[in-house]
């Protein structure tokens, strides 16, 4: 059973930079899909970036995109959120989610199979 720790949320001012870490406690991670959602106040959680372990594979919610950077480090499975020119809209809850089931399965973020207990990140002058 993979297991999901994140780390690295905080108070940023509007376009500055934050880095978002997961650490996965897994054997293998070669068969999954990992990534991030987020949820802000008041709003239903959403996709923000995923990659496929095994092949680095990304994903991007449009919102995100050419912003944020979601990236991995096989060697010590870790999964990280490299977060730029931040902007107020992206104040949320950030949690780690992982699952074998697809890309397609995991972007609809419906069930998946972990999810991490989440990490606030305030973009807030």
């Known amino acids: 059973q993979v297991q999901l720790v994140e780390s690295g949320g905080g108070l940023v001012q509007p376009g500055g930079s934050l880095r978002l870490s997961c650490a996965a406690s897994?054997?293998?991670?070669?068969?999954?899909?990992l990534g991030w959602f987020r949820q802000a106040p008041g709003r239903e959680r959403e996709f923000v970036a995923a990659i496929s372990w095994s092949r680095g594979r990304t994903y991007y919610a449009d919102s995100v995109k050419f912003r944020f950077t979601i990236s991995r480090d096989n060697a010590k499975n870790l999964l990280y959120l490299q977060m730029d020119s931040l902007k107020p809209e992206d104040t949320a809850v950030y949690f780690c989610?992982?699952?074998?089931?697809?890309?397609?399965?995991?972007?609809?973020?419906?069930?998946?199979?972990?999810w991490g207990q989440g990490t606030l990140v305030t973009v807030s002058s």
């Open positions: 897994a054997h293998t991670l070669s068969d999954y899909i």
């Open positions: 989610a992982a699952d074998k089931r697809g890309s397609n399965y995991f972007v609809s973020g419906a069930d998946l199979e972990v």
